[in-house]
């Protein structure tokens, strides 16, 4: 059921290594080290360009630091309790547009707690019952993610949402682990080992990039993409997948014919203006193709073709002619229809009715 609401929703555009290899660079790198590291990793980056990321000094030790422009700042969380002393393990993961910080730390007892920084200020998260906890993200709402792991031995997903959290699982699972949140609330990561999800209020969709296993989505945007790894043929690759809009309504039509009336009925053959406009809205997937059809009680005189749409307007002439039989009291109509198909396969049609007139 997970898969058939996930190829109804989503469609996964994968990005193979030996593709991007094959293609031109489309990017600039600019490289950067925290002075004296060993190893240094960005891990997060806002909308304003502050980067957050980790480095291990020469000692072994581990702290996080915020890149602004060329501004550089390393930080860790204070120990409780400790003057002057730090937890020498802090590794943070995620910044927002507000420049709040989330990420986790080590304390002296060797427990990992999470943590959110405002500014100065660091807050200790924990989960009710948790002994180990882990923040991930935290979107522009204040609203943070993150993975704990319970007393019984079980890992749990959570969201913290000003100090309140709530905590989920997976259906099923014995594992949830959340990675990213965006400011719809959308939330993405991985569980019971080898699949993806995405968490919209309670409702949970598996994220399987087709053809792999072990998909593990670790960031969703605020356009609803999502981007993580899989284990495909050429190994752990990237993914990036994007939902598909579903375009249930039909494109909208307006038609009118001029003259409307053909009068008097002499037999003479008088050109019909038949104009309007073909669109699918903003959402649409677009009009495909569009087709009108003269259909005549009579059945004699019932030209049809395809519709010249240009920006979404059209105008053609099909010439009728303006006769009736003597006895038809109601006089002669002719309808115009345009049809006209979106690329979902959506049909909308529109009537006009040219009449030749008794009196
Ligand atoms: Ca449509
Ligand atoms: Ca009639």
Do not use: C
């Not at 930080?75 to 547009?97: A, E, Q, R, Y």
């Amino acid at each position: 059921m997970h898969r058939a609401l996930l190829s109804a929703v989503l469609s996964l555009s994968i990005l193979l290594s030996t593709l991007a290899a094959a293609q031109d660079a489309s990017y600039t790198f600019t490289t950067f080290t925290v002075p004296g590291a060993r190893y240094t990793a960005a891990n997060g980056m806002n909308t304003a360009g502050q980067v957050v990321g980790v480095f291990q000094n020469a000692q072994g030790e581990t702290y996080g630091f915020l890149k602004d422009g060329a501004t550089l700042t390393t930080f860790d969380v204070p120990g409780p309790g400790w003057v002057n002393t730090g937890t020498k393990f802090t590794l943070p993961h995620s910044i927002n547009n507000a420049g709040q910080i989330v990420g986790w730390f080590r304390d002296a007892s060797g427990v990992d707690h999470g943590f959110l920084k405002e500014g100065e200020t660091f807050t200790q998260i924990d989960p009710p019952n948790a002994i180990f906890t882990s923040a991930h993200s935290i979107n522009d709402d204040g609203q943070i993610v993150g993975w704990y792991r319970h007393t019984e031995l079980r890992d749990h997903g959570f969201l913290d949402d000003d100090g309140t959290f709530t905590t989920f699982d997976a259906p099923g699972a014995t594992l949830t682990v959340p990675y990213g949140i965006n400011t719809a609330g959308q939330i993405v990561g991985y569980y019971s080992g080898d699949q993806g999800f995405l968490k919209e209020g309670n409702t949970f969709t598996t994220i399987a990039v087709p053809g792999g296993t072990d998909t593990k989505p670790y960031g969703i945007n605020n356009a609803g993409q999502i981007v993580g790894t899989f284990s495909g043929p050429g190994g752990y690759q990237g993914f990036v997948a994007t939902p598909v809009k579903v375009d249930k309504i039909p494109p909208i039509i307006t038609v009118a014919a001029s003259p409307a009336t053909l009068s008097p009925p002499n037999g003479r053959l008088v050109p019909v203006t038949v104009s309007g406009t073909i669109t699918d809205g903003t959402d649409g997937s677009g009009v495909q193709a569009s087709t009108y059809q003269v259909i005549d009680e009579y059945g004699q005189i019932q030209p049809s073709g395809s519709v010249p749409l240009v920006n979404g307007g059209y105008s053609f002439t099909v010439t009728l002619q303006a006769s009736r039989r003597g006895n038809d009291q109601d006089g002669r109509h002719y309808t115009i229809a345009v049809s006209a198909r979106d690329n979902a396969g959506n049909l909308g049609r529109a009537l006009a009715t040219v009449t030749v007139p008794r009196n």
